[in-house]
């Protein structure tokens, strides 16, 4: 029996970088239970290496800072399919080319094309495609397990933002439809983008002792949990982040690494 029930449905995924990205787990895993996948791409780059990865499914291209590409996608899916059972938005840029600096350094124009690329383009992509979308569609996004966290730069804040967004976009989508929002905040991962993050590499370590079972957190864990935000099976779950950390956010007082930190005093 196939549970997640979405043989032959079709889902648009935003957000593949590579093998090790969130939306590549949740891609294979949807096209493994016979699911359609569209791709869009920020770049003919990002495209062509999509294309390498996934060589029987569409990329459309779509930059979410380019206004024009987004009004136009909804008319690219359209070449597709004409409906939609689901979204996912794994979209997250923040430029740390200088290297994390204090939050009230930040610069202007580093905070907004962060907040656009990996906030305000949920919004605005979802809206693009609402008439493709169907009455009880599903939308899910990627967030973080903690928006406090001082590793993330100036993301942390705009993560925050995301999941801030997920419930007035739900909100505003129930006025016309059954279609859900809700976000993924998942913890410390393995993938080429958190490397880019200054540092990261010590954090992800410090994550994995502090989950309850000593162990990461895996990608396709991640993906299994989106995939069922993204299927039928979870339409009771609306309007809100689903927590994906392995323990993590309840063992901040681990009493190893308390007691390791207070003998190294």
């Known amino acids: 029996m196939d549970f997640l029930n979405v043989k032959d449905k079709h889902f648009l995924i935003a957000g593949v970088a590579n093998k090790k990205s969130v939306a590549y787990f949740c891609a294979k895993t949807l096209i ?6 569209i791709f869009s791409a920020q770049t003919e780059i990002h495209a062509e ?3 390498k990865l996934f060589p029987n499914s569409p990329v459309i291209i779509c930059d979410v800072e380019n206004e024009g ?8 899916v359209l070449a597709h399919t004409s409906k939609l ?5 794994s979209l997250a840029f923040a430029n740390f080319s200088e290297g994390v600096k204090p939050f009230n350094e930040t610069k202007r124009a580093d905070y907004l094309q962060a907040a656009q690329i990996s906030c305000f383009s949920l919004v605005e992509v979802s809206n693009a495609l609402k008439d493709l979308l169907s009455t009880d ?4 996004t990627i967030s973080i397990s903690n928006t406090k966290a001082t590793s993330y730069g100036y993301l942390g804040p705009i993560k ?9 976009l739900a909100k505003s989508f129930s006025e016309f439809s059954n279609i859900r929002v809700n976000a993924v905040g998942a913890g410390p991962l393995k993938t080429s983008a958190s490397a880019g993050i200054p540092d990261y590499i010590d954090n992800y370590l410090y994550a994995e002792e502090l989950t309850l079972r000593k162990a990461a957190l895996e990608t396709q864990e991640v993906a299994n949990t989106v995939c069922f935000l993204l299927s039928s099976r979870s339409s009771g779950i609306n309007a809100t982040t689903v927590l994906v950390d392995a323990g993590m956010s309840v063992n901040y007082f681990d009493q190893n690494i308390v007691k390791t930190f207070t003998k190294n005093k």
């Open 69 to 76: 590409h987004i009004k136009q996608l909804s008319r690219e």
């Open 137 to 140: 569609a599903s939308i899910v």
């Open 160 to 168: 925050a933002m995301l999941d801030a967004t997920v419930p007035f």
């Open 32 to 37: 493994e239970q016979e699911a359609k996948c």
């Open 85 to 89: 059972d689901g979204f996912l938005h």
């Open 49 to 51: 290496a999509i294309k």
